[in-house]
């Protein structure tokens, strides 16, 4: 899944985000309201989380903007224990649940978040496909014309971003700060070994390839496409 995380205090925020890329999760990460707004206007996510804490106006105003901005997007905000009546306020205006900010257990957490995605007729994230490739971001499983593939974390969220950029050339760079939340490091060939690894595991021995190297720029998924034709002519099919 893809999570916008939005939270003033940089410690909890960090603290958030690497719990959630722990599990595979794409994270993008915020540190004021109007960034928070910026993002959900031109990103698409399966998940909001809003530390609302600072139960102020411009909080309030985020999360109305939020709700209008993407009526379906599933919003979880977390609160201090003595907010639970702002909490209850916060769902009139918006929220789908809220949680406590002293969170005991990572696992309490991911278990709210995936309540909220399946509530109200909200619809948890969606499958995403390409030809016989299947991802599922709730369930973070793969497979391949019926058959379960198993990936490591890294390989999972390198594969959900060339999924989600499907018939789209994606940069080494893009791969880095996109897919894995890392600084672009100019002597590492990270992201060519992992490609080799997901190859390995979802193209194997089939004639048809999905994963393709785009010769100057980095790489492209693309539908199935024969052995004799090239990233160009299946990117126009």
């Not at 005991?104 to 948890?124: I, Y």
């Not at 004639?207 to 990233?231: D, F």
């Amino acid at each position: 899944m893809r999570i916008l995380i939005s939270a003033a205090d940089s410690e909890f925020a960090s603290f958030l985000a690497h719990t959630f890329r722990a599990e595979s999760h794409l994270v993008d990460l915020v540190r004021d309201w109007d960034e928070t707004g910026s993002l959900i206007k031109t990103r698409e996510y399966d998940l909001a989380l809003l530390d609302m804490s600072p139960y102020d106006a411009a909080a309030l105003v985020a999360l109305q903007n939020a709700r209008s901005l993407r009526p379906q997007l599933p919003i979880l905000v977390l609160i201090n224990r003595s907010q639970t009546e702002e909490g209850v306020r916060l769902l009139a205006m918006g929220a789908d649940d809220f949680a406590f900010r002293s969170v005991a257990s990572c696992q309490e957490l991911f278990a709210r978040a995936r309540a909220v995605l399946h509530r109200g007729g909200r619809p948890a994230a969606a499958v995403l496909r390409v030809q016989d490739l299947e991802l599922d971001p709730t369930r973070r499983t793969v497979s391949r014309g019926g058959k379960a593939i198993h990936l490591t974390s890294k390989e999972y969220s390198l594969l959900e971003y060339l999924m989600r950029n499907a018939g789209r050339d994606v940069t080494r760079e893009q791969i880095l700060e996109q897919a894995w939340n890392l600084r672009s490091a100019p002597h590492t060939n990270v992201v060519e070994v992992y490609i080799n690894y997901l190859r390995r595991k979802i193209d194997g021995d089939s004639p048809h390839k999905l994963i393709h190297t785009v010769r100057g720029t980095g790489y492209r998924l693309l539908r199935a496409t024969g052995p004799e034709s090239s990233p160009a002519q299946a990117a126009s099919a």
